[in-house]
C-alpha cells in the first residue's frame, strides 16, 4: 500500500478547487490565442497580402515563443518558487495582446505574438507543477486533465468571439488579437494571493515559511513533517540526463509532441481545414466551435475515467481510436458535410485522453527539484514539431490537398499509440514522491 501522508492524502477542499481554477486560466488563454488567429487570418491575410508561408508564420509565432517560454518557465520556477511568476506572465500577455491592435505589419505581428507565445509557455511549468504540489493523490490526476479542458473552452470562445467580431468590420482583426487582455486581466486578480508550494520551500530550507503554508491550508496541526520524504538528488539540469529521467523526458517529449501536432494545425488553421473538406460560409466558424464543445467533452470524459482506466490504458486507447478517425478523413476527404463533422467529432471526444495526460505525465514521473523544469522542456520540446506542423498546413493544403494533409496527421497520431504502448508507465494511485522516484513503482508497472 502507498504511504499515507496529511498532504496527498488530504480531502478535496475549496483552496483544491479555487487553485485548479485559477491554474486553468493559462490553458484558457493558451487555447484562445493560438484558435483566434485562425479566425483573424481569414480577414488579416487578405488585409495584409500575406502569402501562405506567412500565414504560416504568423500562426505558428506563439508555437515558437511557446518552445522558448516554456523551458525558461520551467527553470525558472524551480530556481525562484512557483508563486513569484503565477502573474507575471499573464501580465506580459495583456501587454503584448493590446500592443497587437495597433500592429502595421507582419514582422511586428509575428514579433508580439512570440512574446505572448513566450509568456503562454512560462505558465505551464509554472501552474502545473503548483497544482501538483498541493492536490492530493486521488484527485491529481482529474484536477491536472481538467486543465486541458479549459483549453478548449478558450478555443471554443475564441470562434464564438472571433465570428461576433467579423461583423465589426476591416478592423475585426485587431479586436480578435487584442482581445486576449480581458481574460488575462480577470485571471491575474484571481491569482493574486496564492501561497507558495510548501515542498518547493521544503527543498529550499525555507522551513518556517513552508510550515505557514501548511497550516493555512492543511490545519492548525500540520507541518512539514507531514510531508513525504523524496529521494536526494542532487538539484539542476544534470538530474534529466540520468538514465531514468531522460528515458522518462524522451517519452513524454514524444507522446506530447504526437497528441499535439494535428490537434494545433487544426486550431490555427480550423476554418481553412474545413473549408477545403467542403463547408461553406457560416458553417466553418460554428463548425470549428461545434468541434471545440466535443473536445471539451472528450477532456471531460477522460477526467472521470482516468482513475478506474489508468494512465496507460487511457493514453494507447485515446491515441489508436483518434488517429482511425483522422485516417477515415483522409481516406474520405470529399463526404458530405455531416459525415465529416461527425468524423471531426469523433477525434476530438477520442483524443480527450492524450491531451489530459500531457499535463499529468511530466508532474507524476519527475521529483520537485527538477519538476517544473522537466514539464517546461517537455512542452518545449513537443512544440518544435507542432510549430513546423502548423507552419506547414497552409502549404500542405494547397500543395497535398486535403485527404494527404489528414493521412499524415492520422500517421502522427497513430505514432503516438505505438510509442504509448512501449513506453508508458503507470502512476495510477501513487504518491508524488512515489511516483516521481526512480526505483518507484512507476518503474515497476509497464
Given at each position: 500500500?502507498?504511504a499515507?501522508s496529511?498532504?496527498?492524502d488530504?480531502?478535496?477542499?475549496?483552496?483544491?478547487?479555487r487553485?485548479?481554477?485559477?491554474s486553468?486560466?493559462?490553458p484558457?488563454?493558451?487555447?484562445?490565442?493560438?484558435?483566434?488567429?485562425?479566425?483573424?487570418l481569414?480577414q488579416l491575410?487578405?488585409?495584409?497580402?500575406l502569402?501562405d508561408?506567412a500565414q504560416g508564420?504568423?500562426g505558428?509565432?506563439a508555437l515558437?515563443g511557446?518552445?522558448?517560454?516554456?523551458?525558461?518557465?520551467?527553470y525558472?520556477?524551480?530556481r525562484?518558487g512557483?508563486?513569484?511568476?503565477?502573474?507575471v506572465d499573464?501580465?506580459?500577455?495583456?501587454?503584448c495582446?493590446?500592443?497587437q491592435?495597433w500592429?502595421?505589419?507582419?514582422?511586428w505581428?509575428?514579433v508580439?505574438?512570440?512574446?505572448i507565445g513566450?509568456?503562454v509557455?512560462?505558465?505551464?511549468?509554472?501552474a502545473?507543477?503548483?497544482?501538483a504540489?498541493?492536490?492530493?493523490?486521488r484527485?491529481?490526476?482529474?484536477l491536472?486533465?481538467?486543465l486541458?479542458v479549459m483549453?478548449?473552452?478558450?478555443?471554443?470562445?475564441a470562434?464564438?468571439?472571433?465570428?461576433?467580431?467579423?461583423?465589426?468590420?476591416a478592423t475585426?482583426?485587431?479586436?480578435?488579437?487584442?482581445?486576449?487582455?480581458l481574460p488575462?486581466a480577470?485571471?491575474?486578480?484571481?491569482?493574486l494571493?496564492?501561497?507558495e508550494s510548501?515542498?518547493?520551500?521544503?527543498k529550499?530550507?525555507?522551513?518556517?515559511?513552508?510550515?505557514?503554508?501548511?497550516?493555512k491550508?492543511?490545519?492548525?496541526?500540520?507541518?512539514?513533517?507531514?510531508?513525504p520524504e523524496?529521494?536526494?538528488e542532487?538539484?539542476?539540469?544534470?538530474?534529466?540526463?540520468?538514465?531514468?529521467?531522460?528515458?522518462r523526458m524522451?517519452?513524454?517529449?514524444?507522446?506530447w509532441?504526437?497528441?499535439?501536432?494535428?490537434l494545433?494545425?487544426?486550431?490555427?488553421?480550423?476554418?481553412r481545414?474545413?473549408?477545403?473538406?467542403h463547408l461553406?460560409?457560416?458553417?466553418?466558424?460554428v463548425?470549428?466551435a461545434?468541434?471545440t464543445?466535443?473536445f471539451?467533452?472528450?477532456?471531460v470524459?477522460a477526467?472521470v475515467?482516468?482513475n478506474?482506466?489508468?494512465?496507460?490504458?487511457?493514453?494507447i486507447?485515446?491515441?489508436?481510436?483518434s488517429?482511425?478517425?483522422l485516417?477515415l478523413?483522409?481516406?474520405?476527404?470529399?463526404?458530405?458535410a455531416?459525415?465529416i463533422i461527425?468524423?471531426?467529432?469523433?477525434?476530438?471526444?477520442?483524443i480527450g485522453?492524450?491531451?489530459?495526460?500531457q499535463w499529468?505525465?511530466?508532474n507524476?514521473?519527475?521529483?520537485?527539484?527538477i519538476?517544473?523544469?522537466?514539464v517546461?522542456?517537455?512542452s518545449?520540446?513537443?512544440?518544435v514539431?507542432?510549430?513546423?506542423g502548423?507552419y506547414?498546413?497552409?502549404?500542405?493544403?494547397?500543395?497535398?490537398?486535403?485527404?494527404?494533409?489528414?493521412?499524415?496527421?492520422?500517421?502522427?497520431?497513430l505514432?503516438?499509440?505505438?510509442i504509448s504502448?512501449?513506453?508508458?508507465?503507470e502512476?495510477?494511485g501513487?504518491?508524488?514522491h512515489e511516483?516521481?522516484?526512480?526505483a518507484?513503482?512507476?518503474?515497476?508497472?509497464?
Amino acid at each position: 500500500m502507498p504511504a499515507s501522508s496529511v498532504l496527498d492524502d488530504a480531502p478535496l477542499s475549496g483552496f483544491h478547487k479555487r487553485l485548479a481554477l485559477y491554474s486553468s486560466g493559462g490553458p484558457f488563454l493558451d487555447g484562445y490565442i493560438l484558435s483566434i488567429v485562425g479566425v483573424a487570418l481569414v480577414q488579416l491575410g487578405p488585409q495584409l497580402r500575406l502569402s501562405d508561408a506567412a500565414q504560416g508564420l504568423i500562426g505558428a509565432s506563439a508555437l515558437i515563443g511557446i518552445f522558448c517560454g516554456a523551458f525558461l518557465g520551467g527553470y525558472l520556477t524551480d530556481r525562484f518558487g512557483r508563486q513569484v511568476l503565477y502573474t507575471v506572465d499573464l501580465i506580459a500577455i495583456i501587454g503584448c495582446s493590446v500592443a497587437q491592435f495597433w500592429a502595421a505589419d507582419p514582422v511586428w505581428l509575428f514579433v508580439l505574438r512570440l512574446l505572448i507565445g513566450m509568456a503562454v509557455g512560462a505558465d505551464y511549468p509554472i501552474a502545473t507543477s503548483l497544482l501538483a504540489e498541493f492536490t492530493p493523490r486521488r484527485y491529481r490526476g482529474p484536477l491536472l486533465g481538467g486543465l486541458m479542458v479549459m483549453w478548449f473552452v478558450g478555443a471554443a470562445t475564441a470562434y464564438v468571439v472571433g465570428e461576433a467580431l467579423l461583423t465589426v468590420g476591416a478592423t475585426g482583426w485587431r479586436w480578435m488579437l487584442a482581445s486576449p487582455a480581458l481574460p488575462a486581466a480577470v485571471i491575474v486578480m484571481l491569482r493574486l494571493g496564492t501561497p507558495e508550494s510548501p515542498r518547493w520551500l521544503a527543498k529550499k530550507g525555507r522551513v518556517d515559511e513552508a510550515n505557514a503554508v501548511m497550516r493555512k491550508v492543511f490545519g492548525d496541526q500540520a507541518d512539514i513533517s507531514d510531508l513525504p520524504e523524496e529521494e536526494r538528488e542532487s538539484a539542476g539540469l544534470v538530474l534529466l540526463w540520468r538514465s531514468g529521467y531522460l528515458g522518462r523526458m524522451l517519452f513524454v517529449s514524444a507522446f506530447w509532441t504526437c497528441s499535439i501536432v494535428p490537434l494545433f494545425a487544426v486550431y490555427a488553421f480550423g476554418p481553412r481545414i474545413l473549408g477545403a473538406l467542403h463547408l461553406q460560409g457560416r458553417l466553418v466558424n460554428v463548425g470549428s466551435a461545434l468541434i471545440t464543445v466535443f473536445f471539451v467533452v472528450g477532456c471531460v470524459l477522460a477526467m472521470v475515467v482516468i482513475n478506474r482506466m489508468g494512465r496507460r490504458a487511457l493514453l494507447i486507447h485515446s491515441f489508436v481510436w483518434s488517429g482511425l478517425a483522422l485516417l477515415l478523413l483522409g481516406v474520405f476527404p470529399a463526404a458530405p458535410a455531416g459525415v465529416i463533422i461527425v468524423l471531426f467529432a469523433a477525434y476530438a471526444v477520442l483524443i480527450g485522453g492524450a491531451q489530459n495526460l500531457q499535463w499529468i505525465y511530466p508532474n507524476e514521473l519527475f521529483p520537485t527539484e527538477i519538476r517544473g523544469t522537466a514539464v517546461g522542456l517537455a512542452s518545449s520540446l513537443s512544440r518544435v514539431g507542432a510549430a513546423v506542423g502548423t507552419y506547414l498546413v497552409p502549404l500542405a493544403l494547397t500543395g497535398w490537398g486535403i485527404g494527404t494533409t489528414m493521412l499524415t496527421a492520422a500517421a502522427i497520431t497513430l505514432l503516438g499509440a505505438v510509442i504509448s504502448l512501449r513506453w508508458a508507465p503507470e502512476t495510477r494511485g501513487l504518491a508524488l514522491h512515489e511516483s516521481a522516484a526512480l526505483a518507484g513503482p512507476a518503474l515497476s508497472r509497464p
